[in-house]
């Protein structure tokens, strides 16, 4: 059973460009959440995706969006980069149960550095 | 608001020494508490779990007990191994199933 997935592994842009990351979830689950995790810190939550929607959203600009897709793969676009958005951008998947605490699983992450 | 407080390190240990490692939380409403680790170049992985007050959550001999009463979540294995060294992280999730992270503490195990 395939875990999360992400691609691509690492990605260089420049300031100004814009890019996109791409994540499939674990077999059997329907959301899809990103994080964003500088260096030396912990996770800051970006966004929620279920049933092709945006259901939460953290403190986070307009620059950041995203896409869920049928299939419950999911992408996260940034444009306009900036220095500050060099980071390890993690994927999580869960199984929504409608109870607290469905536990999100961890992909490998995608590290975006900006020059 | 909804935060973690995590021991800050780095932490140094021998092995088979005893490791604790404190994590303390702030939420509106009766969260769920997560340890997460992260090796080196890796994302991270769930540890433990406990969704309740007074839940323990354990696993591969960690283990963390859910204390509201001291809105605390503390990590504790009886004798750490090399292969222990990575980095963890404190996590609380309410309803709204969102992840909020402490900063990490990264532990190190030496022979």
């Known amino acids: 059973d395939a875990g999360v997935t992400q691609s691509p592994t690492h990605l260089i842009k420049t300031r100004g460009q814009q890019v996109t990351l791409r994540c499939s979830p674990k077999?059997?689950?329907?959301?899809v959440s990103w994080y964003q995790q500088a260096l030396g810190q912990g996770p800051q939550f970006i966004f929620q995706y279920y049933e092709e929607e945006e259901r939460q959203r953290g403190n986070f600009p307009d620059r950041f969006s995203g896409h869920q897709f049928p299939n419950y793969s999911s992408e996260l676009n940034v444009n306009a980069l900036l220095l500050g958005d060099s980071a390890l951008y993690l994927c999580?998947?869960?199984?929504?149960?409608?109870?607290?605490?469905?536990?999100?699983?961890f992909g490998p992450g995608t590290r975006l550095t900006v020059l | 608001g909804n935060s973690v407080t995590q021991m800050e390190g780095p932490v140094t240990l021998s092995e088979e020494a005893f490791l604790t490692i404190n994590c303390t939380y702030t939420?509106?409403?009766?969260?769920?508490l997560f340890w997460y680790v992260q090796y080196p170049g890796e994302g991270l992985q769930l540890l433990l779990k406990a969704t309740k007050a007074d839940d323990k959550g354990s696993n591969k001999g960690f283990e963390a007990t859910y204390r509201k009463e001291t809105t605390s979540f503390h990590l504790e294995k009886g004798s750490v191994q090399v292969s222990d060294s990575a980095v963890y992280f404190c996590a609380l999730q309410t309803g709204a199933n969102n992840l909020f992270f402490g900063t990490g503490t990264r532990l190190t195990v030496i022979p």
């Open positions: 939420a509106t409403g009766y969260p769920s």
């Open positions: 999580a998947s869960s199984a929504t149960s409608g109870g607290k605490g469905d536990t999100q699983y």
């Open positions: 077999s059997g689950h329907d959301t």
